[in-house]
């Protein structure tokens, strides 16, 4: 009886000390922050690899931008955006998305043409969910079949519990993706 009393007094003082840090901000137990849709927006240095979710190295942002400007040379300028964001706060990644790409902040390409296609990691505490969304005239270049083949390669990578992993897995996806246009 003594052992179980001085068990609960122990958990309550835990509990206590546990509830006490998180009032003054020292133990936060979900430091994920998940990013607005609706008011999440490019980055402003380099709008088409916005990397929230510090997952990007380097050499994979300067790999999408020298593609980008190459793609930006051509006439239709097709212009293929990365996001990796933390969480979508319980959303799926179609309808985070989906919000996404209802706001202009978001749309690739050549408005002309609605030639742009946006790719979006989200961590979502490990789970690593992919989207690729196309515009209207990618469309016929990228069906969702060849989207499904893509993500499903890349998937191993994309998946993984490793940042450099996810990094690599996103550029692979990206060159796929371009692949796909320019091939």
Sequence with gaps: MVNLIHNEKGLLLFMATLFFLSGLGFYQPHPVSAENPETLMPNSNYPLVSDYANILSPDTVNQIRQANEKMASYDDQV??????????????????????????????????????VLIVFAKNGGKNNVRIATGTGMEQYLPDA??????????????????????????????????????
Aim: proline content about 1%; some cysteine.
């Design 79 to 116: 212009q293929i955006a990365v996001l990796t964001v933390n969480s979508t706060d319980g959303q799926s990644i179609a309808d985070f998305t989906n919000d996404l790409t209802l706001r202009s902040d978001w749309h690739p390409g050549s408005k002309k043409y609605d030639n742009g």
């Design 146 to 183: 060849t989207l499904h083949k893509l993500l499903l390669e890349n998937q191993s990578k994309l998946k993984s519990s490793s940042t450099s992993q996810n990094d690599q897995g996103i550029l692979d996806l990206f060159l796929d993706v371009r692949g796909g246009l320019c091939g």
